[in-house]
């Protein structure tokens, strides 16, 4: 989801294969901006210079970007000039069918040895496996953590073999049914916002029309160019591809089909999948893995949860023109993000129109038709839907993979029991990424498979640093992250301060739009050292991966207020905080909480 076209490990995955396809130009400036300046992209300011009136007359040039590329009709007016109109985009190297100045490292990584059992690693070195199995490495799972897993090894010098029962394709969740056709709906659903922003910038138009069925043609055609470059990569690699179900049968053994293969070590890279409540007519909901293929519109969408993907959808369907409503148990939304972050965007949300009903959850759903459903709320109220989003959480895909047979331990959600370093209670089996107990995330799927290969057959032990890992949530507006959120901060600190910054967007002065946007800096007060930076607003996690460098490298609030912004960019808000909004201290806090129970 967010790195160079040669990735951390080399090669290309799936966070920089599409990019170059699929970047808007505004998209491709913000992020030039904030990651080639290091550190920041600036904020809006009151006064009009020459500088302000360029930056919303750019704004106004590339509103209508990629419009046909999601399915969306615009009059021609405005389709003429604009660079997303044209169905054509940048190609990564290895779809040219040459070598290209970025694809010649990656070919050269898996170079493999001409004699039996040796070949020829990245770093120039060799492994040579001494055992008497089939593989060095079977793999199990052709997720993100699996393929990194799997072609770093063989470019080490490994013999290797990946299995993957294609349930969703090769890439994993992802690839196929997660964060790329997700990003690439979100990218769509902005555009009718972007269309009426349009009119404050001189722009004259209808009302865009809907072709979702080329919208829904042009995201499998995309996917299915990175299925196959999937496979390439681990054909090129030397990595055997076996599809079908991979099961464990022993320390060494996993069994696909009817075949059994042998292996030094098994990892287990298999991901999650959907949970499902247990309720009445729960068949008749629908998945993240299927959200992606529906063959209409919905217009009148009911969603279940309060997490990212439930977040996310509900923005991008209420973007597509449903109507939607929002089941969530609690009043806030986004469990584990920073509290205001949350309560901001569920009431930026609210107001865009999007109904949130709050300690509310389906009991029942009654199927009327094709497409019609009756959904029975805890409340008593009954709404109708043409689509029920289920998106309450994942688990780890472990079930019937033969893992407790053979005695590997498992967590009471199917998710593998595992050492710093992926170890499991089996000496010789191993698991990275959403089978695990560790953050949900592609890139941290990535790093561990990569530190994995790297330990075992690069011969530089290491494991992945998930300190201060940054994400963002694609929702409408966007919510990025790094760092503590405010209370956790409080709790490993002891004595923070809080800085805040609540503003309209320099655009959006023009645009008419009510959008705001929310900037936010936690600094452990003992070091001055920034701990947390939360941001809800357009582009946020295009700013946060700048940002996210800068807290890795433990920046101190001092250092962060010596940075000169970039103007005018929302993120300049991010360098020009100056004054504390409020301070925190635990013990007082603690203190005050006991007082009713000692006056009693």
């Known amino acids: 989801m967010q790195v160079p076209l040669l990735g951390r490990g080399g090669g290309l995955d799936a966070s920089s294969i599409h990019k170059t396809r699929i970047y808007s130009m505004r998209t491709l400036r913000t992020t030039i901006v904030s990651i080639c300046a290091g550190l920041v992209v600036v904020a809006t300011l009151s006064t009009y210079t020459p500088s302000i009136l360029s930056t919303k007359m750019a704004a106004g040039s590339h509103i209508i970007s990629q419009s046909v590329r999601q399915g969306l009709r615009v009059p021609p007016a405005l389709a003429r000039g604009s660079m997303g109109m044209r169905r054509t985009g940048l190609r990564a190297p290895m779809d040219t069918g040459r070598p290209g100045v970025n ?24 492994y040579k496996g001494e055992h008497p199995y089939d593989y060095d490495l079977f793999v199990i799972g052709a997720g993100s953590g699996g393929v990194r897993a799997s072609r770093i090894s063989a470019s080490h010098g490994a013999k290797v073999a990946v299995a993957d029962d294609l349930d969703v394709g090769l890439g994993g969740t992802c690839v196929n049914v997660g964060c790329v056709p997700k990003k690439l709906f979100a990218y769509g659903s902005e555009i009718t916002t972007e269309v009426a922003d349009a009119k404050g910038f001189g722009w004259d138009y209808d009302k865009p029309g809907l072709d979702w069925k080329r919208l829904i043609d042009n995201k499998n055609s995309e996917i299915s160019r990175l299925n196959g470059i999937y496979e390439r990569m681990l054909n090129n690699a030397g990595v055997d591809v076996v599809k079908g179900r991979a099961t464990v049968k022993d320390a060494h053994t996993v069994a696909v089909g009817d075949k059994t293969y042998s292996a030094d070590k098994i990892l287990v890279a298999v991901g999650g999948w959907p949970v499902m409540p247990d309720i009445e007519g729960k068949e008749h909901m629908i998945t993240s893995n299927e959200i992606f293929y529906l063959k209409d519109a919905p217009k009148k969408a009911v969603i279940i949860g309060s997490g990212y993907i439930a977040v ?34 569920r009431d930026a949300m609210i107001q865009q129109g999007v109904n949130i009903r709050k300690q509310t959850e389906a009991v029942k759903i009654e199927k009327r038709g094709d497409r019609d459903f009756l959904v029975h709320l805890s409340t008593g ?23 407790e047979e053979v005695g590997v331990e498992l967590a009471k959600n199917g998710g593998v029991v595992v050492k710093k370093d992926g170890q499991t209670s089996i000496p010789s089996i191993y698991a990275v990424g959403d089978c695990t107990d560790t953050l949900q995330l592609t890139p941290v799927a990535l790093a561990e498979g990569h530190c994995f290969a790297d330990t075992h057959f690069g011969n530089n032990p290491r494991t992945a640093d998930l300190e201060d890992v940054a994400t963002a949530v694609f929702s409408h507006p966007n919510l990025g992250t790094v760092g503590l959120p405010e209370d956790r901060a409080l709790d490993k600190y002891g ?58 490298m433990r920046i101190s609030k001092a250092q962060l207020d010596s940075v000169i912004g970039i103007h005018p960019t929302s993120a300049e808000e991010f360098v020009t905080m100056r004054s504390v909004s409020y301070e925190r201290s635990k013990e007082e806090e603690d203190s005050k909480q006991k007082e009713p129970a000692l006056a009693a």
């Open 381 to 403: 109220d009954v709404i109708e839907a043409d689509v029920i989003l289920c998106a309450i959480g994942r688990n780890p895909k472990t079930s019937g993979l033969g893992l």
């Open 312 to 345: 996310e959808f509900a923005g991008i369907l209420h973007g597509y023109g449903a109507d939607v409503d929002l089941l969530i148990r609690r009043d806030s939304i986004l469990r584990g993000f920073d509290t205001d972050c949350g309560d901001y965007l």
């Open 103 to 126: 694809e010649m490292p990656w070919r050269s990584m898996y170079l493999r040895g001409s004699k039996p059992g040796v070949s020829v690693g990245a770093s120039g070195g060799a």
């Open 495 to 552: 004595n923070i301060k809080v800085y805040k910054s609540e503003f309209r967007p320099l655009k959006h002065t023009v645009s008419g739009s009510d959008e705001r946007s929310l900037m936010k800096i936690i600094v452990d007060k003992a070091t001055d050292r920034v701990v947390g930076m939360h941001m809800v607003g357009a582009h946020a996690g295009e700013m946060m991966q700048g940002f996210a460098a800068a807290i890795k």
